[in-house]
């Protein structure tokens, strides 16, 4: 080893003795930082990782390593040393092995000064560390390849220049024959066996940040062979031509041709051991997550998982494959044999085509693919079926992958999150399969039905209901057997279980007036409890067998889990101008990333009820809301709801002709949240930490006219990171960041919010100030830095909410809005017309909730605006991204469905950049520009000190006076 370190030393000593050391590593460095600032323009992308770094680092380390290894033993040949080396009692090895790792150390030297760009990287962002350390260690490894390529070549040649090209010809072969040009060409199953063989997608597998087995063995076997090449090469320069050492010579090249045999066997035999990897990413984006595998685990069928992949297929698609074999084969695994889980070729076997198209619909894309000379279509599968009993899903292309642009016109094309699209197939399926049977095998103990009505109070409109009940719950209960029970209670009747007095305190049940003005009042009331949870009944529209049969079996599946949710989305109804244009945006957005995991229905709540299905209601830019819908609301928090609100003061007008504007919000839900203790105060959050907002200007280049789009600071975007977020919240736990547009301050009123659980989900930071002014317009000519003024009272705000706990109803001592007037009395009578409950839905009030109700404020109305999320994407394509997440995280949380929330965290949260100046931006990219200048001086001031014959100080550690 002493011999090895001897070399080693003396080879760095060499470097830094001459410029090359300093070339070299300013090469590098200026390569580097150019490809990451400008090539792949980090800070357009506005997405805070280190890819464009490692992106082009493959290519950079050939010609950088060739030109550190062609003088290692081409000079020494060509000045006559290397006979003398040959003769020295060091074995040929060591001094193979000492020249490498001199490489290796001087490679690594010049990768730990790019660490100051990953540093400046994690305070403009939320930086995840797992795939920059894999970026290091795959530059390392590919690095310590070429390397032993480099040496191998330099021993055949006495000629640097030429031991150069044959370094740059051997690693760009071996870089070329795996890269997406080659594969593409030969398709199918030698496509794969080529990216096995290619150092660059070997590169890009470990750069992601997943340390597999079998990639570390790649690398290992490749440096090992070349290395051994040269060992042989060097050792055939001592061999004469004589039969006496013909043997030798034989065994010689013998053990070459096995050493190499044997590395070949080593990678074949390895390929298969798919889950012997160390997944590096902060949140494990490359493993199956615990919530995945304890779902496979109550699987009761088996479930089958059959990917419909083409052999031939596009391009960009073809990398994606190995992939989701791998991720297949752990969901294989995990599943302890419920699990099926097979790729398949549609193109190869007639029967499994014809059983895609006709059973499953499966058909193939046409998919373009563009050639330098010509442009054809191939109609390829890329789709994944999900199987579990009687129920299925498919994944289809636009549902598996995500599309990147790139500044030079190409584009990146990834899966989208492979895991948590798999699991929420299964999970639809698997809960879908799933009957009311089994929720009733799943209950701990019986669950109770009550029906609470006062016979001799009873309108006569209500007559028929005790029987249509009676024989509802009948059924139920001959189905679900001595898991169902139900009772009929009286509460006038003497000794009866439940009085009126303890329907009021222990289920806040109130009575109904028998009319508006009649001191009479009666009962009519359903309360089922299950596993000791109360929860009261409300059959949408009449009473009827149909409705009450849903009110119930909804509510053994809501309260039982298992089964797929609904979502009721109440949004504004859309209302032309007098041109016909729509001056409301849409929210399909969140519409669509709602129903991949969900039932999403649009409610009507003019009934002045919430359909008892629903599991989650989500309000939109409430506004313009009758009493009937106002108390639908009331009502469904008080029956032990979840609702998520997105609210504020303020709401976005669009017009036909004119820039759009902002008005006040009339006949909102303001006072409900009001009297729960959540107000939202009247006014705009401005932040100086906000989204810039994206503004075409013209700008006159040489007379003509250009347009463009400039990133402008628009304060009313705030943009709340993760030092603004209630961290231990699973809502915002995993975001980056989020964006609320135009957001009013909430106000919690600690006395009314006392015994609830309350979580200040986003805050602004404490430059923040309270604008009052609805004029949305900038005016940078007055306000320059901003385009608004800056008030002087500054602090933060909270902008978003969650609260968990026992709410009293807004309707508590008021009459019911359900109460509706009689017809109007014929002429002559003396008769007055008295409200009365409208008949088939008695109007008793709930006053209070129990302590499963939720309640998410967001203190915008645009948050998941489409047009604003358009907007979005136009600067950073996936930035907008994180309020779809933030919403439905919110319905996630409201459901109680944590797992699917954790999984995909995982893999879709963005992390964003913190939103910079021109000017700002400039001073990042100088800065690290200047970082590298003063390392390259620093290594100057070694090389002169090392000129002179001194010993640098740093080395030697004198000190000085």
Same mark, same amino acid.
């Given at each position: 080893?002493?011999?090895?370190?001897?070399?080693?030393?003396?080879?760095?000593?060499?470097?830094?003795?001459?410029?090359?050391?300093?070339?070299?590593?300013?090469?590098?460095?200026?390569?580097?930082?150019?490809?990451?600032?400008?090539?792949?323009?980090?800070?357009?992308?506005?997405?805070?990782?280190?890819?464009?770094?490692?992106?082009?680092?493959?290519?950079?380390?050939?010609?950088?390593?060739?030109?550190?290894?062609?003088?290692?033993?081409?000079?020494?040949?060509?000045?006559?040393?290397?006979?003398?080396?040959?003769?020295?009692?060091? *074995?040929?090895?060591?001094?193979?092995?000492?020249?490498?790792?001199?490489?290796?150390?001087?490679?690594?030297?010049?990768?730990?000064?790019?660490?100051?760009?990953?540093?400046?990287?994690?305070?403009?962002?939320?930086?995840?560390?797992?795939?920059?350390?894999?970026?290091?260690?795959?530059?390392?490894?590919?690095?310590?390849?070429?390397?032993?390529?480099?040496?191998?070549?330099?021993?055949?040649?006495?000629?640097?220049?030429?031991?150069?090209?044959?370094?740059?010809?051997?690693?760009?072969?071996?870089?070329?024959?795996?890269?997406?040009?080659?594969?593409?060409?030969?398709?199918?199953?030698?496509?794969?066996?080529?990216?096995?063989?290619?150092?660059?997608?070997?590169?890009?597998?470990?750069?992601?940040?997943?340390?597999?087995?079998?990639?570390?063995?790649?690398?290992?076997?490749?440096?090992?062979?070349?290395?051994?090449?040269?060992?042989?090469?060097?050792?055939?320069?001592?061999?004469?031509?004589?039969?006496?050492?013909?043997?030798?010579?034989?065994?010689?090249?013998?053990?070459?041709?096995?050493?190499?045999?044997?590395?070949?066997?080593?990678?074949?035999?390895?390929?298969?051991?798919?889950?012997?990897?160390?997944?590096?990413?902060?949140?494990?984006?490359?493993?199956?997550?615990?919530?995945?595998?304890?779902?496979?685990?109550? %699987? *009761?069928?088996?479930?089958?998982?059959?990917? #419909?992949?083409?052999?031939?297929?596009?391009?960009?698609?073809?990398?994606?494959?190995?992939?989701?074999?791998? %991720?297949?084969?752990?969901?294989?695994?995990?599943?302890?044999?419920?699990?099926?889980?097979?790729?398949?070729?549609?193109?190869?076997?007639?029967?499994?085509?014809?059983?895609?198209?006709?059973?499953?619909?499966? &058909?193939?894309?046409?998919?373009?693919?563009?050639?330098?000379?010509?442009?054809?279509?191939?109609?390829?599968?890329?789709?994944?079926?999900?199987?579990?009993?009687?129920?299925?899903?498919?994944?289809?292309?636009?549902?598996?992958?995500?599309?990147?642009?790139?500044?030079?016109?190409?584009?990146?094309?990834?899966?989208?999150?492979?895991? #948590?699209?798999?699991?929420?197939?299964?999970?639809?399926?698997?809960?879908?399969?799933?009957?009311?049977?089994? @929720?009733?095998?799943?209950?701990?103990?019986?669950?109770?039905?009550?029906?609470?009505?006062?016979?001799?109070?009873?309108?006569?409109?209500?007559?028929?209901?005790?029987?249509?009940?009676?024989?509802?719950?009948?059924?139920?209960?001959?189905?679900?057997?001595?898991?169902?029970?139900?009772?009929?209670?009286?509460?006038?009747?003497?000794?009866?279980?439940?009085?009126?007095? @303890?329907?009021?305190?222990?289920? &806040?049940? *109130?009575?109904?007036?028998?009319?508006?003005?009649?001191?009479?009042?009666?009962?009519?009331?359903?309360?089922?409890?299950?596993?000791?949870?109360?929860?009261?009944?409300?059959?949408?529209?009449?009473?009827?067998?149909?409705?009450?049969?849903?009110?119930?079996?909804?509510?053994?599946?809501?309260?039982?889990?298992?089964?797929?949710?609904?979502?009721?989305?109440?949004?504004?109804?859309?209302?032309?101008?007098?041109?016909?244009?729509?001056?409301?945006?849409?929210?399909?957005?969140?519409?669509?990333?709602?129903?991949?995991?969900?039932?999403?229905?649009?409610?009507?709540?003019?009934?002045?009820?919430?359909?008892?299905?629903?599991?989650?209601?989500?309000?939109?830019?409430?506004?313009?809301?009758?009493?009937?819908?106002?108390?639908?609301?009331?009502?469904?928090?008080?029956?032990?709801?979840?609702?998520?609100?997105?609210?504020?003061?303020?709401?976005?007008?669009?017009?036909?002709?004119?820039?759009?504007?902002?008005?006040?919000?009339?006949?909102?839900?303001?006072?409900?949240?009001?009297?729960?203790?959540?107000?939202?105060?009247?006014? %705009? @959050?401005?932040?100086?930490?906000?989204?810039?907002?994206?503004?075409?200007?013209?700008?006159?280049?040489?007379?003509?006219?250009?347009?463009?789009?400039?990133?402008?600071?628009?304060?009313?975007?705030?943009?709340?990171?993760?030092?603004?977020?209630?961290?231990?919240?699973?809502?915002?736990?995993?975001?980056?960041?989020?964006?609320?547009?135009?957001?009013?301050?909430?106000?919690?009123?600690?006395?009314?919010?006392?015994?609830?659980?309350?979580?200040?989900?986003?805050?602004?930071?404490?430059?923040?100030?309270?604008?009052?002014?609805?004029?949305? &317009?900038?005016?940078?000519?007055?306000?320059?830095?901003?385009?608004?003024?800056?008030?002087?009272?500054?602090?933060?705000?909270?902008?978003?909410?969650?609260?968990?706990?026992?709410?009293?109803?807004?309707?508590?001592?008021?009459?019911?809005?359900?109460?509706?007037?009689?017809?109007?009395? &014929?002429?002559?009578?003396?008769?007055?017309?008295?409200?009365?409950?409208?008949?088939?839905?008695?109007?008793?009030?709930?006053?209070?909730?129990?302590?499963?109700?939720?309640?998410?404020?967001?203190?915008?109305?645009?948050?998941?605006?489409?047009?604003?999320?358009?907007?979005?994407?136009?600067?950073?394509?996936?930035?907008?991204?994180?309020?779809? *997440?933030?919403?439905?995280?919110?319905?996630?949380?409201?459901?109680?469905? %944590?797992?699917?929330?954790?999984?995909?965290?995982?893999?879709?949260?963005?992390?964003?950049?913190?939103?910079?100046?021109?000017?700002?931006?400039?001073?990042?990219?100088?800065?690290?520009?200047?970082?590298?200048?003063?390392?390259?001086?620093?290594?100057?001031?070694?090389?002169?000190?090392?000129?002179?014959?001194?010993?640098?100080?740093?080395?030697?550690?004198?000190?000085?006076?």
């Amino acid at each position: 080893m002493k011999t090895i370190l001897a070399i080693t030393r003396k080879e760095l000593a060499i470097y830094f003795g001459s410029p090359l050391a300093l070339i070299f590593i300013g090469a590098f460095l200026a390569a580097s930082l150019f490809t990451f600032f400008w090539v792949d323009a980090f800070f357009a992308r506005g997405i805070a990782d280190m890819r464009p770094l490692f992106r082009w680092m493959p290519v950079l380390l050939i010609f950088l390593v060739a030109t550190l290894t062609m003088r290692q033993w081409s000079e020494e040949q060509r000045s006559g040393t290397l006979e003398l080396l040959l003769t020295l009692p060091a *074995q040929i090895s060591r001094l193979v092995l000492g020249k490498f790792l001199a490489v290796v150390a001087l490679v690594a030297l010049a990768l730990a000064l790019t660490l100051p760009l990953a540093l400046s990287v994690s305070m403009l962002g939320d930086l995840d560390w797992g795939p920059v350390i894999g970026g290091y260690l795959a530059a390392l490894l590919l690095a310590s390849a070429y390397a032993a390529i480099g040496l191998f070549s330099s021993s055949r040649t006495d000629n640097q220049v030429v031991a150069l090209i044959m370094t740059a010809l051997i690693g760009g072969a071996l870089y070329l024959i795996g890269s997406g040009g080659v594969t593409d060409f030969v398709g199918g199953n030698l496509a794969e066996i080529l990216r096995g063989i290619g150092t660059g997608s070997r590169f890009e597998s470990i750069e992601r940040g997943v340390i597999d087995l079998r990639d570390l063995i790649y690398y290992a076997a490749l440096t090992t062979l070349f290395l051994a090449l040269t060992i042989i090469s060097l050792d055939r320069k001592r061999w004469s031509t004589g039969p006496r050492l013909a043997n030798y010579r034989r065994n010689m090249n013998l053990t070459g041709a096995l050493l190499a045999a044997n590395l070949i066997a080593l990678n074949i035999w390895v390929a298969p051991l798919q889950t012997l990897r160390l997944d590096l990413t902060e949140q494990g984006e490359f493993s199956l997550s615990q919530a995945t595998r304890d779902l496979l685990s109550t %699987l *009761q069928e088996p479930l089958l998982i059959r990917a #419909y992949l083409s052999e031939k297929t596009h391009p960009l698609l073809a990398p994606l494959i190995p992939r989701i074999r791998d %991720l297949l084969t752990e969901y294989r695994i995990a599943g302890n044999g419920r699990v099926t889980a097979e790729v398949v070729d549609p193109a190869r076997d007639p029967d499994v085509e014809a059983e895609a198209g006709r059973v499953y619909g499966i &058909q193939p894309t046409p998919l373009q693919v563009s050639g330098r000379y010509e442009a054809s279509v191939i109609n390829a599968y890329f789709d994944i079926l999900v199987r579990y009993g009687d129920q299925n899903t498919v994944l289809g292309f636009r549902d598996l992958i995500e599309v990147e642009g790139r500044r030079d016109g190409s584009v990146d094309v990834r899966l989208r999150n492979l895991e #948590y699209d798999l699991t929420r197939a299964i999970k639809k399926v698997a809960f879908g399969f799933q009957s009311i049977d089994s @929720v009733f095998a799943s209950l701990k103990e019986p669950a109770n039905l009550m029906l609470i009505v006062t016979p001799n109070t009873l309108p006569s409109v209500y007559a028929e209901v005790p029987s249509i009940v009676e024989k509802v719950a009948k059924e139920v209960q001959a189905r679900a057997g001595s898991k169902f029970t139900y009772q009929v209670i009286d509460p006038d009747a003497p000794n009866a279980p439940l009085n009126r007095a @303890v329907l009021r305190e222990r289920y &806040q049940v *109130q009575p109904t007036p028998v009319s508006f003005f009649s001191t009479e009042t009666f009962y009519l009331n359903l309360l089922l409890t299950i596993d000791g949870q109360t929860q009261a009944l409300f059959p949408e529209g009449s009473f009827n067998e149909a409705t009450v049969r849903t009110a119930i079996e909804s509510a053994l599946k809501r309260s039982a889990g298992g089964f797929l949710r609904v979502v009721g989305l109440w949004t504004p109804p859309q209302t032309p101008d007098p041109f016909g244009q729509q001056t409301q945006s849409t929210t399909q957005l969140i519409s669509e990333q709602l129903r991949r995991e969900y039932t999403v229905r649009s409610v009507d709540l003019t009934s002045g009820q919430v359909p008892p299905d629903i599991d989650v209601l989500m309000l939109i830019g409430p506004r313009n809301l009758s009493e009937r819908e106002r108390y639908a609301i009331d009502q469904y928090l008080m029956r032990g709801g979840s609702i998520v609100v997105a609210a504020g003061t303020y709401k976005l007008q669009l017009q036909s002709f004119g820039p759009p504007m902002l008005m006040p919000v009339q006949d909102g839900i303001a006072d409900l949240l009001e009297h729960y203790g959540i107000k939202i105060v009247n006014g %705009l @959050v401005m932040d100086p930490q906000n989204e810039p907002f994206p503004n075409e200007v013209n700008r006159n280049v040489g007379g003509l006219l250009v347009r463009e789009i400039q990133a402008l600071p628009y304060p009313f975007f705030v943009d709340v990171r993760a030092d603004g977020m209630d961290r231990s919240n699973p809502i915002v736990s995993q975001l980056p960041a989020v964006t609320l547009q135009w957001a009013s301050p909430i106000e919690i009123d600690p006395a009314k919010n006392s015994g609830r659980k309350v979580s200040a989900l986003l805050r602004s930071t404490a430059q923040a100030w309270l604008r009052t002014d609805p004029n949305i &317009q900038p005016d940078f000519a007055a306000h320059p830095e901003y385009g608004f003024s800056v008030e002087a009272d500054r602090k933060p705000f909270t902008i978003a909410v969650a609260i968990q706990g026992v709410f009293e109803s807004f309707y508590k001592g008021k009459p019911s809005p359900l109460l509706a007037p009689q017809p109007t009395p &014929q002429a002559g009578s003396s008769a007055e017309a008295t409200p009365t409950p409208e008949p088939g839905r008695p109007a008793s009030t709930l006053e209070s909730s129990p302590e499963t109700a939720r309640l998410v404020v967001i203190g915008s109305n645009e948050f998941v605006n489409d047009l604003i999320l358009q907007l979005s994407s136009r600067l950073s394509p996936e930035r907008y991204l994180n309020n779809l *997440q933030f919403a439905q995280n919110a319905v996630d949380w409201s459901v109680e469905d %944590l797992d699917l929330l954790t999984i995909r965290a995982r893999g879709t949260s963005t992390r964003v950049l913190r939103p910079l100046t021109e000017n700002q931006r400039t001073a990042w990219e100088v800065g690290n520009y200047a970082v590298a200048l003063l390392a390259l001086v620093g290594l100057g001031v070694v090389w002169r000190t090392r000129q002179r014959g001194e010993k640098p100080m740093l080395l030697s550690g004198e000190t000085t006076a």
